[in-house]
């Protein structure tokens, strides 16, 4: 697809519909830069035509976060009829623009709030509150095949369940390589009956941490479980979609297992990452050194894949269609913006189909349906609907990262490139430095759109991810992945080795780009948690960018980036505890991160590790351990009891400023040093203690919502 083939749509074109619909025709609105000359540079400098489109998605945002902060559980049919009198008010006034615009986002608002709620009546289940076991039954929702040979499958739970699973809808199963047969896999649509363990949904690991408890929720899996014996399998009712999911699913173990046996370990990784969105087989260490180089968005199937393939199938069929061979009345254009659907569609199925390449796939659909109505394809309204669309599937994907940074970028490049189609250029460049140019724009608004996002979620930031990018995307755009497409084309005749081998080669130079950019970033790469209302500050910053015109629309986004350089920094804590692992991290007089002891190398430890930027390798020891318990003395004076036994606690009562249960001890303290109890961690998540300068001791736990429906009611 070249830039002739896609229209950008000028800002001062007004849709009519939209108009018709926020003021009657022939009638001035009563607020315009005419008739009040003292707000003229406020809204000369504002797009009136297309705010109201492009505000909707971020005020449905807005509804879903003060969803999550309320103290109660709305009621979403309260909030539907509150939605349903604003934009009944806002149609009612006719001629005062302002008032009309704020009922109109108010009723959004409310919208977003009633959305959640509803989502959480229809969607919801309860948690699994304790560690249990039991036989179930069920039908097999989904599976996956890991690296290991293990499948992974969520299981819509039948009749036979442990009474721990009462009302539980759905569990996420690891199912053993060695429980069943590699000649009968469990497939999506199979009834199943297994005894299996079950451990409930974790509690996010550090307060602002990633949530799984919240979109287990949602997304109605309400436990965690593994197999302990073999599975029982008998064919189920077959439906037309779990056919199709079936046959998805055969061809990606296909394509796998090819690459596999035809590339090395770790391109056969990637290969499978690029492909079919699995990069469960990429090592740990090589993940994280594509991630500090800027070249995580390769790995993840986004856009840019798709518009790879897709645009790839849009020019080779309009080539194709113009040979002499095809008369020339022949609808080339229209046929290859229909084939190019197909091609996105087919690839969602086999990539996995997660919400970044959903999104990706109806924005593409989007444009070529454009296409083919001889409309414009890439506009901000498009955007912005497509954002509507995934905000009203899936509401609680507006919380993780792959949402965020996803419409990040693509809305920062679109409102980019739609300014930059209205400037005058008096030059004529060659077609080199264009493509080049491009490249190197795309890149660079791409990572300024997403870096606070990606520091906010992963603590990591690229300083050379323009440059690492100007010369891997090219590799993956016009070699790696064409090359792996066209090996896919070539499996069912047997002849995809050659080209495997080819696109190994340019994924070990894509290694070799990530491992040198890693290393020259050297401790640049690591960013101190930020603040909570950085998120809140992007985003407005985000809309301030979309709705401004001319290069007022830069003003936001600099201030903002500004402010998160001066202030974004939040304060770090003294001491992390975990209620379930008995895992401590204490901050030392030099500023580093000690453990109590090493229990192991658990989730919880690595995600701290990650968050703080330490090394779990060359991480000290910090107290004075003995059986009953241990004890440190914190740069600032105080002295902490981290208790296994009870006999530390009735020791050492009064004895130390803070004493940490990391059992239950159920031992009172009450003669002067502070009890955090481990009942209290274990219910309300991981605990961060902030020492003040007064001697002042906070606490933050990483549950503060105890009381709503997505957490474990013990």
């Avoid at 229209?7 to 926020?22: Q, V, W």
């Avoid at 559980?73 to 509150?82: D, K, V």
């Avoid at 095949?145 to 699973?165: I, Q, W």
């Avoid at 254009?333 to 197909?342: E, L, P, R």
């Amino acid at each position: 697809m070249s830039l002739k083939d896609i229209d950008f749509e000028p800002y001062s074109t007004r849709n009519a519909a939209i108009d018709k619909l926020f003021w009657r025709q022939g009638k001035q609105p009563r607020f315009s830069s005419d008739n009040h000359p003292v707000a003229r540079p406020l809204v000369d400098g504002v797009d009136f035509a297309r705010r109201r489109i492009v505000l909707l998605p971020f005020a449905l945002i807005l509804g879903i976060c003060i969803y999550t902060q309320l103290s109660v559980e709305p009621p979403y049919w309260l909030y539907g009829l509150l939605c349903l009198a604003l934009f009944g008010g806002a149609v009612l006034t006719r001629r005062n623009i302002v008032l009309r615009n704020c009922l109109f986002l108010a009723g959004a608002v409310a919208f977003g709030i009633a959305l959640m709620a509803a989502s959480a009546v229809m969607r919801g289940t309860p948690l699994l509150a304790y560690p249990s076991a039991g036989v179930i039954n069920g039908e097999i929702r989904q599976v996956e095949l890991r690296p290991d040979g293990n499948l992974r499958a969520v299981v819509d739970l039948g009749s036979m369940r442990p009474g721990a699973l009462d009302d539980v809808r759905f569990v996420r199963l690891t199912i053993a390589q060695k429980h069943f047969e590699p000649a009968r896999q469990p497939a999506i649509g199979d009834q199943l009956e297994v005894r299996a363990r079950f451990i409930p949904v974790p509690k996010p690991v550090y307060p602002g941490g990633y949530d799984p408890q919240f979109h287990g929720f949602f997304d109605g899996i309400g436990a965690y479980g593994s197999t302990l014996d073999p599975v029982v399998l008998s064919d189920g009712q077959q439906t037309a979609w779990s056919l199709v999911q079936n046959f998805i699913f055969d061809v990606r173990q296909g394509v796998a297992q090819r690459f596999s046996s035809g590339m090395k370990p770790q391109d056969a990784a990637i290969a499978r990452a690029l492909i079919i969105g699995d990069q469960s087989a990429i090592e740990p260490e090589l993940r994280d050194e594509i991630a500090v180089s800027g070249l995580a968005h390769l790995l993840a199937i986004s856009g840019l894949h798709l518009s790879l393939v897709a645009g790839g199938a849009f020019l080779g069929i309009r080539f194709v269609l113009a040979l002499p061979l095809f008369p020339p009345q022949m609808p080339a254009k229209s046929i290859a913006a229909v084939a190019a659907m197909g091609a996105a569609a087919f690839y969602l199925g086999i990539s996995g189909a997660n919400i970044a390449t959903q999104r990706a796939t109806i924005m593409l659909i989007v444009a070529f349906v454009a296409v083919l109505t001889g409309r414009r394809a890439i506009t901000l309204r498009n955007v912005a609907l497509v954002c509507i669309a995934m905000i009203l599937l899936y509401p609680n994907e507006v919380f993780k990262p792959g949402f965020q940074l996803s419409f990040a970028a693509v809305g920062a490049l679109v409102g980019v490139y739609e300014w930059s189609k209205g400037q005058a250029h008096s030059r004529k460049w060659p077609k080199w430095a264009q493509f080049l140019g491009g490249l190197s724009l795309t890149s660079l608004v791409a990572g300024i759109a997403t870096a606070p996002i990606a520091a906010v979620h992963f603590s990591q930031f690229a300083p050379f991810g323009l440059f690492a990018n100007l010369i891997a995307v090219p590799l993956v755009g016009f070699f790696i992945l064409p090359a792996l497409i066209f090996a896919c084309v070539l499996m069912p005749f047997g002849l995809e080795l050659p080209v495997l081998a080819l696109a190994g080669l340019g994924i070990d130079y894509v290694i070799i780009i990530a491992r040198f950019f890693t290393n020259l970033g050297g401790d640049w790469t690591y960013v101190a948690p930020l603040a909570g209302w950085v998120l809140p500050l992007c985003g407005v910053a985000l809309m301030m960018f979309l709705i401004a015109k001319s290069a007022w629309r830069f003003v936001p986004p600099l201030v903002a980036g500004m402010v998160i350089s001066l202030f974004g920094t939040a304060a770090t804590p003294d001491i992390l505890v975990s209620g379930q692992t008995r895992s401590a991290f204490v901050k030392t007089d030099k500023g580093q991160w000690a453990q109590i002891d090493r229990i192991g190398n658990n989730f919880t430890t690595r995600v701290w590790a990650e968050w703080l930027g330490v090394d779990l390798a060359q991480q000290e020891l910090a107290g004075n351990c003995d059986e009953q318990g241990c004890v440190v003395h914190m740069p600032e004076g105080q002295t902490v009891l981290f208790a296994r036994q009870r006999a530390a606690v009735i020791e050492d009562c009064g004895l130390v400023d803070l004493i940490i249960e990391q059992d239950y001890l159920y031992q009172k303290c009450s003669t002067g040093s502070h009890l955090v109890r481990n009942w209290d961690v274990r219910r309300l998540g991981n605990a961060a203690l902030y020492f003040g300068d007064d001697g002042h001791i906070q606490i933050k736990h990483s549950v503060t919502d105890a009381h709503r429906p997505w957490r474990v009611k013990h």
